[in-house]
């Protein structure tokens, strides 16, 4: 049954691409090698396709400087603790 | 992991505790917390950033087809764009990035009255920015470059449009940072607010460059 179905779906995919020749077209393949539009299309989708890494790549440049940034802060904060621990005796702390 | 475990299970002894007030003065040690490398909002603000990328990408793909396509641009019987009043427009938008950054940098200092000061400045600026391109446009409507008039100015009035209403909507923004920055609302240690705006604000400066060689010298 499986066949036979297949057989017949086949049979009319065959037919009409044998006798529908429009249908072989591609639909945006239009103008000849060097026309201004089909180079218009390649420089938009080169850009298009460029556009994600460079919104990526700044995300990642931003969350990778913060991450920097951040570990420098926690380095100062932390010396500057040290020397407040290292100034600290049994008088001061009034106990 | 098994030593952990054997360590947590120890019994609070008399002894251990009297030990531990001794050498701590109470209490278990203090135990500092990982400090995050930023707020949520700056993170959720970059986020919406590359989305806001990624809409004009599409925007200026489109003006790429039509652009690189078209063998005479601008298309003929369309008038030019003004160069220059947009390139003194151009700079009066860069320097608002400048004075707001002027003003979060005054705020991580505490100095909010010369925060509010240059945060007033970007808001005049922004301003002048979208007035200048109004009356630029009223021009253009005039000599007949409308939306309907061409795929031109269709293009124009899509791109420089949704980025005009891009500075608005960070004018409204700013407006409203201006009104908390001015009551104290912000402080040194905390400003995550006009920090996220500020961003925006640049985006959206920044973006302006990009558009102008595009859409203007191009």
């Given at each position: 049954m499986l066949r036979k179905n297949l057989l017949i779906v086949l049979t009319i995919v065959a037919v009409l691409l044998k006798t529908h020749a429009?249908?072989?077209?591609?639909?945006?393949?239009?103008?000849?090698?060097?026309?201004s539009t089909i180079e218009g299309y390649n420089a938009s989708v080169l850009f298009l396709m460029a556009t994600p890494y460079l919104v990526l790549g700044s995300i990642v440049g931003a969350l990778f400087f913060t991450y920097r940034r951040a570990l420098k802060k926690r380095a100062l904060a932390e010396a500057a603790e040290a020397g407040v621990q290292l100034a600290w005796n049994q008088e001061d702390s009034g106990r | 992991m098994a030593k952990d475990s054997t360590a947590r299970k120890l019994p609070e002894t008399p002894l251990i505790e009297a030990v531990r007030r001794r050498a701590f003065?109470?209490?278990n040690p203090p135990v500092r917390p990982n400090m995050p490398i930023g707020s949520n909002a700056w993170l959720g603000v970059l986020m919406f950033l590359g989305a806001e990328a990624m809409f004009f990408a599409g925007l200026i793909g489109a003006f790429l087809v039509f652009r690189v396509g078209?063998?005479?641009?601008?298309?003929?019987f369309q008038p030019r764009l003004p160069l220059g009043v947009t390139g003194v427009n151009t700079i009066i938008l860069l320097a608002s990035a400048v004075t707001v950054r002027l003003a979060l940098g005054r705020t991580q200092r505490g100095d909010t009255s010369r925060s509010v000061f240059w945060l007033s400045t970007t808001a005049l600026l922004g301003a002048l920015f979208l007035l200048i391109q109004g009356y630029e446009w009223l021009q253009l409507i005039h000599f007949?470059?409308?939306?309907?008039?061409?795929v031109y100015g269709g293009l124009f009035y899509t791109i420089i449009g949704f980025h005009a209403l891009h500075v608005f909507g960070a004018l409204l923004w700013l407006a409203v940072v201006w009104v908390k920055t001015r009551r104290g609302g912000f402080t040194k240690q905390s400003h995550v607010g006009l920090q996220v705006c500020a961003m925006y604000w640049i985006f959206v400066v920044a973006l302006w460059p990009v558009l102008y060689g595009l859409v203007y010298l191009y």
């Amino acid at each position: 049954m499986l066949r036979k179905n297949l057989l017949i779906v086949l049979t009319i995919v065959a037919v009409l691409l044998k006798t529908h020749a429009p249908a072989w077209a591609c639909a945006v393949c239009f103008g000849g090698e060097g026309d201004s539009t089909i180079e218009g299309y390649n420089a938009s989708v080169l850009f298009l396709m460029a556009t994600p890494y460079l919104v990526l790549g700044s995300i990642v440049g931003a969350l990778f400087f913060t991450y920097r940034r951040a570990l420098k802060k926690r380095a100062l904060a932390e010396a500057a603790e040290a020397g407040v621990q290292l100034a600290w005796n049994q008088e001061d702390s009034g106990r | 992991m098994a030593k952990d475990s054997t360590a947590r299970k120890l019994p609070e002894t008399p002894l251990i505790e009297a030990v531990r007030r001794r050498a701590f003065g109470g209490g278990n040690p203090p135990v500092r917390p990982n400090m995050p490398i930023g707020s949520n909002a700056w993170l959720g603000v970059l986020m919406f950033l590359g989305a806001e990328a990624m809409f004009f990408a599409g925007l200026i793909g489109a003006f790429l087809v039509f652009r690189v396509g078209s063998a005479v641009w601008p298309p003929p019987f369309q008038p030019r764009l003004p160069l220059g009043v947009t390139g003194v427009n151009t700079i009066i938008l860069l320097a608002s990035a400048v004075t707001v950054r002027l003003a979060l940098g005054r705020t991580q200092r505490g100095d909010t009255s010369r925060s509010v000061f240059w945060l007033s400045t970007t808001a005049l600026l922004g301003a002048l920015f979208l007035l200048i391109q109004g009356y630029e446009w009223l021009q253009l409507i005039h000599f007949g470059l409308t939306v309907s008039s061409s795929v031109y100015g269709g293009l124009f009035y899509t791109i420089i449009g949704f980025h005009a209403l891009h500075v608005f909507g960070a004018l409204l923004w700013l407006a409203v940072v201006w009104v908390k920055t001015r009551r104290g609302g912000f402080t040194k240690q905390s400003h995550v607010g006009l920090q996220v705006c500020a961003m925006y604000w640049i985006f959206v400066v920044a973006l302006w460059p990009v558009l102008y060689g595009l859409v203007y010298l191009y």
